[in-house]
């Protein structure tokens, strides 16, 4: 029990200063002790009463003073540590030493606010650093404010509801090697997983793959040809929407394309998966689409949708044991056409050969489409070339050593020359 300045017994918890002022303490559910004070005692008790009633339902925060970096070392520690491999690790460690710190490191977390959050991913897009890297900021950045809420020192995320947004994300998608091996191996057995290879070992558009009927391959020269395209929609005098034969986008659509092993493998496996799901399906074929290579498990063409819908499954159990930074990022039927031509320009196949498997117009619509990968082969190719040109400047300061050391034994003949000559005289 506290007393006034009078000696009168003011409550539990409760006492007057020297100066007059009332203080109230108790101890919080974090352990802290806190307080709160007043000149006047009623309002003493309201805020005191308040501040119990608050702690008792969880509705105050942990008082701190810890800063992003502190909590990003206690986030990694109790969070991360025994969840994420070492190089998953790594990762977080430089995006946060790169681009978080320097700018939010030093401030504390109760003052980080939104806009600061969205100046950070400004400024990194402004010195030209791409999409994947400023989303993994934001991600990041998410999930460290998510756990300071659980822990009671935010009210709410400062990071939550950030988007970058598509015209943010100028270059196609293209998967990592990594990303693709992964992919590829969980979705191994599935249903569409043969026109998943078949769409990433020869560009095909997506209405262009599912237009494959059994006479636009050629096993013999391994060859596809591409004269149509499969679209669902509704064209005119169609009550709704349905399936149609389509010319290709373009005359330069009209394209033959060669086949790789991996691709004809598939084909051949998709040719026997046709045949038994055609055998056991009682639903009937659609008229005029009945050599589709490529249909759904009733044996229906395949529209965008389910496309769609079978690519994100996969990603689905790709991502299940994943942590959130190193979860693949949902992508479109389309991202498997621009990954074949990534792939393609990796490999050192020239853009016009390139130009001529997609099926594009002009080679200026492969260039202008592909800049970033062009760019970056270009750059390893430099760096094969310097290999090559210190390899020649190696051979040549080997000749230079040799020649100088010849040149060393005859300046001493001719050294022991004269000097013999000399003697003689």
Request: aromatic fraction near 8%; hydrophobic fraction near 35%; charge should be positive.
């Amino acid at each position: 029990m506290g007393k006034d300045l009078n000696g009168k017994e003011l409550g539990t918890g409760i006492m007057q200063r020297k100066d007059g002022r009332y203080v109230g303490r108790f101890t919080n559910r974090f352990g802290q002790r806190q307080e709160v004070k007043s000149r006047d005692l009623k309002e003493l008790k309201t805020l005191l009463n308040t501040a119990i009633y608050e702690d008792t339902n969880h509705m105050n925060l942990c008082k701190t003073s810890i800063t992003l970096d502190k909590w990003f070392k206690t986030w990694m520690e109790h969070y991360k540590e025994n969840t994420i491999c070492a190089n998953t690790k790594r990762r977080y460690m430089e995006i946060y030493r790169m681009h978080i710190s320097p700018v939010l490191g030093k401030m504390k977390l109760l003052d980080i606010t939104q806009l600061q959050i969205l100046q950070l991913l400004k400024k990194m897009d402004a010195k030209g650093l791409q999409f994947e890297s400023r989303n993994k900021v934001r991600i990041l950045l998410q999930d460290m404010f998510d756990k300071a809420m659980i822990n009671d020192m935010l009210y709410k995320n400062p990071a939550k509801g950030i988007k970058l947004g598509a015209h943010d994300k100028k270059e196609p998608r293209v998967l990592t090697p990594e990303e693709q091996a992964s992919f590829f191996e969980c979705s191994k057995g599935t249903f569409y997983d043969n026109l998943f290879v078949v769409a990433v070992s020869t560009g095909l558009r997506p209405g262009e793959v599912c237009a494959l009927t059994l006479k636009d391959v050629d096993f013999k020269d391994s060859l596809i040809r591409v004269n149509k395209t499969l679209v669902y929609q509704t064209f005119e005098g169609d009550e709704k929407k349905t399936f149609h034969f389509d010319d290709p986008k373009t005359k330069s659509s009209k394209r033959e394309i060669p086949m790789n092993q991996q691709c004809a493998l598939a084909l051949k496996k998709q040719l026997m998966q046709r045949n038994v799901v055609m055998g056991r399906t009682t639903a009937k074929p659609i008229v005029g689409f009945e050599e589709l290579i490529f249909t759904t498990k009733f044996g229906t063409p395949i529209n965008t949708q389910t496309y769609s819908d079978a690519i994100k499954a996969v990603l689905e159990n790709v991502n299940l044991c994943r942590d959130e930074l190193e979860k693949i990022e949902y992508f479109s039927p389309h991202c498997f056409r621009h990954t074949f031509a990534t792939r393609c320009f990796e490999a050192g196949i020239k853009p016009k050969t390139v130009q001529q498997y997609l099926g594009h117009v002009t080679l200026q619509m492969t260039m202008d489409l592909y800049t970033h990968v062009l760019k970056e082969h270009s750059q390893e190719e430099m760096i094969k070339l310097e290999k090559v040109l210190d390899n020649t400047l190696d051979v040549s300061d080997a000749t230079i050593h040799e020649r100088f050391e010849k040149f060393q034994e005859s300046d001493k003949e001719k050294d022991n020359i004269v000097y013999l000559s000399s003697v003689g005289t």
